[in-house]
């Protein structure tokens, strides 16, 4: 793709990489967070670190593009290859600030769902949790990446394999979940925040997405930035041409983000 057109994996990157602040230490998931991490140092927080459940730590792009976080360049210069077992341990500690997510399906309280959905034809398996539930109730906030889809906003989730915020209110408070919880969803038509009460509201609306097309796909009446903050509902900023640059020096072929 030439110019300063992008696709929606894309501005997805440039998105998540703005939920990572300078100093941050992220626990990065595979596909789009990779890249994410990657155009996060390289620009805004060039002293962030990234952490894998592989036991790789990172302070720096890797030096290739990168299928899964076990590959070669992941490990090339990587400030330590440690063990699941110490990340994890990490995690308990309390040193995670910002951890990447994804889901099948999501509910209003950011309650994620891998594990199984209901189809036609029964039920269907999912990969199932891995490391999320571990990220999702430790990390200090959560970032959720996902596409845009409405079978995937749900208001319960089939199976609760990542807890968001519960039932809202202080549900982690009550349930002693000692991270902060999901602070923003992502997706392929627009941004999402969550509100004191836990609850998901839209944010921004990504370049040539409407907003009705957007409400629409919710099955509860979605709160906007308008009820929660007095803001208008903002359009998301598009990745600048540096930015975008980046993207497709990490991912040359375009195997995660076209």
Known sequence: MDGDAYTDRELMVAAAAREIDDGDVAFVGMRL?????QVAVSTHASNARSVFESGVVRDTP???????????PNLDRAV???????????LQRGDIDVGFLGGAEIDRYGNLNTTRVASDS???????SGGACDIACLSQRTVVLMAHEPRRFVRDV????????????????RESVAG???DALV???ATFGFDDGGELYLESLHPGVDFDDVVADFPWDLRTAADVTGESVDRTDPPSRPVLDLIREFDPDGFWTR
């Open 80 to 90: 330590s290859t440690t063990s699941m077992i110490d990340i994890m341990s990490r």
């Open 33 to 37: 967070p990779l890249i994410a991490f």
């Open 158 to 173: 089939t199976y609760n394999t990542s807890p968001g915020h519960g039932d809202g209110g202080d549900w982690r408070e």
């Open 180 to 182: 902060g919880g999901p």
């Open 122 to 128: 029964g039920s269907v398996r999912l990969p199932g």
């Open 187 to 189: 997706t392929t038509k």
């Open 62 to 72: 890797a030096d290739g593009f990168l299928h899964t976080m076990c590959d070669l």
